[in-house]
């Protein structure tokens, strides 16, 4: 959160201190998932891994609840570790295989496996991805997972949190796996590390364990030796020089542990290898975009929080409000857009039936394209949408295919954007910024520059929403807590701005949405709509 010490950055390679790394069992723990035709690809896998891997794996095998596995049994035939059936709270040890029951919920918390009965719909639907989430909060680096055979998208939402957490993703080879929907879901987020024929992906994990934790760059320039300072350097030089972007103003230990990873994926026994290794390989850079970039979030993330939005602020922002008005929110840091959608649910929910209702845009940006491609298409998988109700999946979309198509009614209520909002010219006249779990990858000058920007974004009164680790407590002479539990606050007037004058007039903005639309002022918007 906005604490009141941060971690001053000057430039991505020099100064800093060092953050602290979370605790962590040394333990490597692979999740395996899945689903039809995975049985074989699960044989083939342990017939490659060595007795004294010193790795647990964990087999989430998605199968109708009326299915009687004998997956453990079939398993201890090609392994010589022992394979387990999780049936009630187990520590999970190295050298050994756990496998849980058809139709049974599996979570990792501190290093144990605990099983319950599924009781919704939405959890027999995603056992792999319910698996991968908790193994990624419990082990973070340390945690692996695997993508196998199967039907649907299970596993490629927990993959998302697993490379948030900084872990590592394996997915089998789609021309070779039985079914290959689930290993092709994956490999749509653009995050899975590589792709392998099965039979590959055991070498793989083990070394990138052998090579985790060999590698550490200082936080503090004046503690590296000066070969590593230039490949560091080398390193940030391809970045801006293939990808224009330029992260000057991220927290390091958090920019370091990521590019620590790349090296471990690409087992490379130094900075300076990588350095060379990027040069050489062009298209590690925009891996290494990728890992700097992980775009996870979700629809109604926090559901509490957005039910304060609901209940506490939509109301707020209609009121007086009729079809001569506005009501313009900016999502700044969008992701894949389920947030933007989201909101935007929350407003045409309330002005549908509304006579005279007022209009809605909302301006949704961020700075990765391959997210922004994903917002503008508005195509979700089951999995994705879990987390919608029912009622809204049916007013707001479409079943198409594997997944769900969000109305073209909602979708012309957003306009995508690439967008940063650390350097741009800032949006103006805004009655909501929602910008969610991006300041704590900032450091402190730059998270001070994005609060001055939000409040002369802002019109009087309007509102900041913020992750569940983010405040604005730092920033009290501009913002006043409107709902402290929930991270939502209000803009204060203040006579002058505390740190660098905002332009007068905001230029225009090219703004892709479906197709290349201008954005000036106050339009495109959507008019009151009717759903259903």
Known sequence: MFSTKFQRIADPINGGIVGERPDSDDLIIVGIGASAGGVQALREFFENVPENSGIAYVVILHLSPSYDSQLANILQTVTSMEVKRVDTHT???????????????LTMHEGQ???????????RRAPVDIFFRTLATSHGPRAVCVVLSGT??????????????????????????????????????????????????????????????KIAIAVEAEKRPEVQQQALREVFNQLRMQTGHDFTNYKKPTLLRRIERRINVRALPDLASYAGYMVQNPQEVNALLKDLLISVTNFYRDPEAFLSMETDVVPVLLKDKNADHYIRVWVAGCATGEEAYSLAILLAERVTDVIDAPKIQVIATDIDEAALLTARQGFYTINDAADVSPERIRRFFNREGDGYRVKRELREMVLFANHNFLKDPPFSNIDLISCRNVLIYLNQTAQERVMETFHFSLRPHGFLFLGSSESADNATDLYSSYDREHHIFQKRQVTQSRFYPMPERIPSLQVSHNDKAEFNGARPVSESRTFG
């Open 91 to 105: 520590k999970v040890e190295p050298n050994k295989v756990y496998v849980v029951p058809p139709d049974q919920h």
């Open 113 to 123: 496996l605990s099983v319950s009965k599924n009781a919704r719909l939405e959890d």
């Open 152 to 213: 649907g998208a299970n596993g490629s939402m927990g993959l998302k949190r697993i490379k948030e957490m900084g872990g590592a993703a394996f997915v089998q080879n789609p021309r070779e796996a039985e079914f290959n929907e689930m290993p092709r879901n994956s490999i749509a987020t653009e995050l899975v590390d590589d792709v392998l024929p099965v039979a590959q992906i055991p070498q793989k994990i083990i070394q990138y364990k052998a090579s985790l934790g």
